[in-house]
């Protein structure tokens, strides 16, 4: 199989980077690579993110600029990875999702352009190589009816069609370091391009490895 996964800067690295968790996550990728799967990754910016953004804010920087100290952030976490997965990994930071088709090792690449986060590149990367699964790991387990960190009353859901995903993530307006469990852009281009893609928590790298052998993953599936 072509996977993308798309893993939150949450869980590799906040507040700090979190090691053993590269590690892990560099193991299983080196394993999927061995059997056979093609694999990319995009990283997220974690509190990394969040700090810097927020010190550019308070710098008044303007919106882009600080969607471009964020992309920064997801690089330092991505480049932390590409250190874990050694020589199975391409040694050079991707910029962009061009020529992505084309890699033999693991792709591995933060964020690309302002106004969006890793999730839309993630979705972008699984269009462009015609990936057969777009694993979205992040710190909650799965698509909820409102923002389980701040709604007690949130009900996971198991499976959501691409348009219901559209729908609830559509109404959070986009500012730079802003969390949803998947971002807008991401879910539009889940929606048109008719990509199947798995929300999990990704803390758990079972889950991970689930999704990809058609295990139980305790995630949502868009599709
Ligand atoms: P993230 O993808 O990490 O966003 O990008 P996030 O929603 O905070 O995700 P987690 O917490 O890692 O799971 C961090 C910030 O970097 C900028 C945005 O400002 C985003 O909020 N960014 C990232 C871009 O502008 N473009 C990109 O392609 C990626």
Known sequence: MKIVLDIGGSIVASPAPNVP???????????????????????????LARDYVAAARELEASEDYCDEVGIGATRMNAMLLIAALGEHAMKALRKNTLGAAKAKKILVMGGTKPRQTTDAVSAQLAWRTHADLLVVATNVDGVYD??????????????????????????????????????????RIIERNRIKTIVLDGRR???????????????????
């Open 21 to 47: 968790y590269i590690k892990g996550l560099a193991e299983l990728l080196i394993e999927l690579r061995r059997e056979g799967h093609r694999v990319m990754v995009v990283v997220g910016g974690g509190r």
């Open 146 to 187: 409102s923002d389980p960190r701040v709604d007690p009353k949130a009900k996971k859901l198991p499976r959501v069609t691409p348009q219901q995903l559209v729908k609830l993530v559509s109404t959070k307006e986009y500012r730079a370091g802003s969390t949803a469990v998947v971002d807008p852009v991401a879910a």
């Open 205 to 223: 790298l079972e889950n991970i490895r689930a999704a990809v052998s058609g295990g139980e993953h305790g995630g949502t599936v868009v599709g």
